[in-house]
């Protein structure tokens, strides 16, 4: 078995080593470097005709991509902690807040990155700028939005730490990296971002 791999700001490569730290797997792993374009050289692709990262192989020369897909595959081999949920009701709301996550920030925030960002000029082709600037706030009113969500007072998105609060950390810290930061008033959302950056995984 062997991850393949990007360090940080890469945020999905992120996802797994933090999924993979909170569980105490270790995977061997193999880094692509994305500023060289490894990830769309011809034997990269062979393991994931989309060129992303992270990619996990298999002993039986499967390649699993989709980092939320990966981490899946880890908890149906160990369950314990449970990270997507412990019974039906929590597994919903685990998949629930991901879905979120990934649809309400990470989706704004990825427009952002491609079309309002000079460092991917170069590889987007044509870039949107005014569309990927108006996604700022789409990304700043999802967070503001969530922030309301834990008015309730819960600590986690879905109520216990889960996947759902990595793939969120994961975007948020990525947002920061292209100046997209949790709006101040989200004083819920700021305390929430304490809590999990606070965990040892998030160093991974
Ligand atoms: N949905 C995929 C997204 C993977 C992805 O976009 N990875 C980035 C690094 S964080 C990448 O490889 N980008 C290069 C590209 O898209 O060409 C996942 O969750 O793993």
């Not at 797997?25 to 034997?43: C, G, L, N, Q, S």
């Not at 649809?103 to 170069?122: E, L, N, Q, S």
């Amino acid at each position: 078995m062997k991850l393949y791999d990007e360090g940080t700001p890469a945020p999905n490569p992120r996802k797994v080593r933090i999924y993979l730290a909170e569980k105490g797997i270790a995977v061997p792993r193999e880094r692509v470097r994305i500023m060289r374009r490894e990830h769309k050289a011809p034997e990269f692709l062979a393991k994931n005709s989309l060129g992303q990262v992270p990619v996990l192989e298999l002993d039986d020369g499967t390649y699993l991509s989709e980092s939320v897909a990966i981490c899946r595959y880890f908890e149906a081999l160990h369950f314990a902690p449970p990270l997507f949920g412990q019974e039906a009701r929590e597994q919903a709301l685990v998949e629930m807040w991901i879905r979120r996550a990934e649809f309400r920030y990470w989706a704004p925030i990825g427009m952002v990155w491609r079309h309002a960002d000079p460092r991917t000029a170069a590889v987007v082709g044509r870039q949107f700028k005014e569309f990927g600037e108006a996604n700022r706030k789409i990304a700043s009113d999802a967070l503001l939005w969530i922030d309301r969500e834990l008015a309730d007072g819960r600590d986690y998105l879905a109520g216990t730490y889960s996947m759902a609060d990595i793939v969120l950390l994961c975007g948020i810290d990525f947002g920061k990296f292209i100046g997209l930061d949790i709006p101040k008033e989200a004083s819920r959302l700021h305390a929430w971002h304490g809590r999990v950056s606070a965990r040892p995984s998030a160093a991974a």
